[in-house]
């Protein structure tokens, strides 16, 4: 076999094994893991979101210098999903995640559970389930 043959099959191969790579089905391709983080401030209560981050380190620290308060506090972290922060009657907050946006919301006001506003209240003393103060998806979330 003459060296130009054997140049021509070996660029062949690689050629081949290019367009295995390369022109692979976009079916086959590894889904891409999005992070995300919420951080809540004690002292204001604010509540801030931090979502489609590389990292789960990156969206903790994003969240938090989002928060612009000192005392931010990451509370919940997620990938390819939703996570919820909620807030009780008695000013509790309890946070979850969950794979869709109503599972994360569900499963942080059932960590939280019934509450009823501190005494003396104007309202009812009934207690009632918390509201959702923030809920926030990764673009991959279910």
């Known amino acids: 076999m003459s060296l130009p043959h054997k140049a021509a099959i070996g660029l062949a191969a690689v ?9 692979a089905p976009a079916g086959e391709a ?3 893991t999005y ?3 919420l951080a809540l401030s004690p002292g204001t209560g604010a509540v801030v979101s931090a979502v489609d981050y590389a990292s789960a380190a990156a969206a903790d620290t994003a969240a938090r210098a989002q928060c612009g308060v000192t005392d931010c506090q990451t ?5 390819n ?9 008695d000013g509790k907050h309890g946070w979850a995640w969950g794979s869709t946006r109503v599972e994360a919301e569900r499963r942080a006001i059932d960590v939280l559970g019934p509450s009823a506003p501190p005494f003396p209240s104007l309202g009812s003393a009934i207690p009632r389930p ?4 923030l809920t926030a998806c990764t673009s991959t979330a279910g």
């Open 30 to 32: 590894h889904a891409a």
């Open 75 to 79: 509370v919940v972290q997620f990938w």
């Open 15 to 23: 050629s081949a094994a290019t367009c295995a790579v390369v022109g």
């Open 81 to 89: 999903a939703c996570g919820s922060v909620v807030r009780g009657a």
């Open 130 to 133: 918390a509201s959702v103060r």
């Open 35 to 37: 992070y995300g983080a």
